[in-house]
């Protein structure tokens, strides 16, 4: 079965950094997402993509945040300027389609720690 | 606002036994409602969704649940749970604007004894 897959699983950072996160979302799926979810919250909805635009994006995805898909497979997430309260599991998602409907499936995630 | 909650922290059932986790909605028009579910160290994977029509959603791995809508309710169940069923459970919804958003319930842990 297809699956979405994340790398690296784990990322160290020193605070002021750049990082980057990848994921190589389903095939067929043309809609893509990041979501995060900080140690004992809540998974947040950062920024979908289609069409190699951002479709919609949330108040947490600020100027320090970006993504690109660098080609016909991979999908990053760039983080420009990494703070402590960046530290949280970062989840690559995508579906299908855009509609409502449509379930998005999620890969592994990386768990990003910013000392 | 919009929003499902999950008045339970943890659940814990014993193996065999039916489990049934619980999710409440407050969301406008037709809801769109999803379960996902976070084994250890694994992303969350999509268990089953209520869209419109029956109120009995079937899923994966066994699972199921009930669209109620006269109790706002979209309870996640299983007849006889396995200590593998051990993970965590996300109720969620889409955005009704954009769709593009899940947003999600705080999350239920779910503790399957032998």
């Known amino acids: 079965e297809p699956e979405v897959t994340q790398t690296p699983s784990h990322q160290v950072t020193q605070m002021g950094q750049e990082v980057i996160l990848r994921c190589v979302p389903i095939s067929n799926h043309l809609y893509f997402y990041w979501y995060r979810q900080i140690l004992g919250q809540k998974v947040e909805f950062l920024v979908s993509f289609y069409n190699n635009e951002i479709s919609e994006k949330s108040e947490i995805f600020d100027d320090q945040f970006s993504v690109e898909r660098p080609d016909g497979s991979n999908f990053t997430l760039k983080i420009r300027s990494t703070k402590l309260e960046d530290s949280a599991m970062y989840f690559c998602?995508?579906?299908?389609?855009?509609?409502?409907?449509?379930?998005?499936?999620f890969g592994p995630g990386t768990r990003l720690t910013v000392l | 606002a919009q929003s499902v909650a999950q008045p339970e922290d943890q659940v814990n059932v014993a193996e065999g036994n039916p489990l049934t986790v619980k999710c409440t909605y407050s969301?406008?028009?037709?809801?769109?409602l999803f379960w996902y579910v976070q084994y250890p160290n694994r992303g969350l994977q999509f268990l089953l969704k209520y869209i419109t029509g029956d109120n009995l959603v079937k899923g994966s791995y066994g699972f199921e649940a009930e669209f109620n809508k006269s109790q706002t309710s979209f309870h996640l169940k299983k007849p006889s749970a396995l200590v593998s069923d051990s993970a965590l459970y996300f109720c969620a919804y889409p955005n009704s604007n954009s769709g593009y958003a899940l947003n999600f319930g705080k999350g239920t842990s779910l503790l399957v004894t032998p």
């Open positions: 969301v406008s028009g037709n809801p769109y």
């Open positions: 998602a995508s579906s299908e389609t855009g509609q409502r409907r449509a379930p998005q499936y």
